[in-house]
Structure formats: structure tokens, C-alpha cells
Nanobody
Framework: QVQLAESGGGLVQPGGSLRLSCAVS????????MGWYRQAPGKQRELVATIISGGSTTYADSVKGRFTISRDNAKNTLYLQMNSLKPEDTAVYYC??????????WGQGIQVTVSS
């Protein structure tokens, strides 16, 4: 059974940093395109960043230069390092796995709040 579990969210001041983690159970991680999405109140869920097994990454323009996505295939864990956080980064962040282009899995989401 596949499960994705996010951790590392919380409240941070503008300009601060947080690192999100997503632990993936089940034997899909190394064959999955992994991603982070977020959904702010009243807005649609949006893509933040993706990373393939070999390490190539993509980012939304709004987070380029501030966020870094990475993965540890040995630990079945996905990360999102978030620096220079802004109030507009406040959202529920979701971990996503696309397994062999066919199956899609989601974590339960974790709250990130950027506020003074």
C-alpha cells in the first residue's frame, strides 16, 4: 500500500526558512516523478516543483531561486527547502507521486503559514 506523509510545516516569519519532507512507503519512489503542490485559501491547487528520479527539476516562476526540491531515493524521501519565505507562500503543501505515468498518489497535506 502506498502512503505519502508530509512533515516539517508550521509558522514562520517573512524571510524565514522551512524544510518540508515527504516520506513515501511502498515500492514506487524510485520510479516516480515526485512533486510538491500547494493550495492557498480560495485558490486552486498549483504546482510548486517537480523532480524526476535522475534529479532534473522544474519550478513555478513564483518560487524560482527561493525553493529547492530534492529527493533521496535510498530513503524514499522527498524534500522541499523553502527560503526567503513570503506571506503569499502561505498554503497547504501537498506531496505528489506520479508512478510510471499512470498512477497518481497524494499526501494529506501540511500547513505552511508565513506571517509576522
Amino acid at each position: 500500500q502506498v502512503q505519502l506523509a508530509e512533515s516539517g510545516g508550521g509558522l514562520v516569519q517573512p524571510g524565514g526558512s522551512l524544510r518540508l519532507s515527504c516520506a513515501v512507503s511502498g515500492s514506487i519512489f524510485s520510479d516516480s516523478v515526485m512533486g510538491w503542490y500547494r493550495q492557498a485559501p480560495g485558490k486552486q491547487r498549483e504546482l510548486v516543483a517537480t523532480i524526476i528520479s535522475g534529479g532534473s527539476t522544474t519550478y513555478a516562476d513564483s518560487v524560482k531561486g527561493r525553493f529547492t526540491i530534492s529527493r533521496d531515493n535510498a530513503k524514499n524521501t522527498l524534500y522541499l527547502q523553502m527560503n526567503s519565505l513570503k506571506p503569499e507562500d502561505t498554503a497547504v503543501y501537498y506531496c505528489n507521486a506520479r508512478f510510471q505515468g499512470l498512477l497518481v498518489y497524494w499526501g494529506q497535506g501540511i500547513q505552511v503559514t508565513v506571517s509576522s
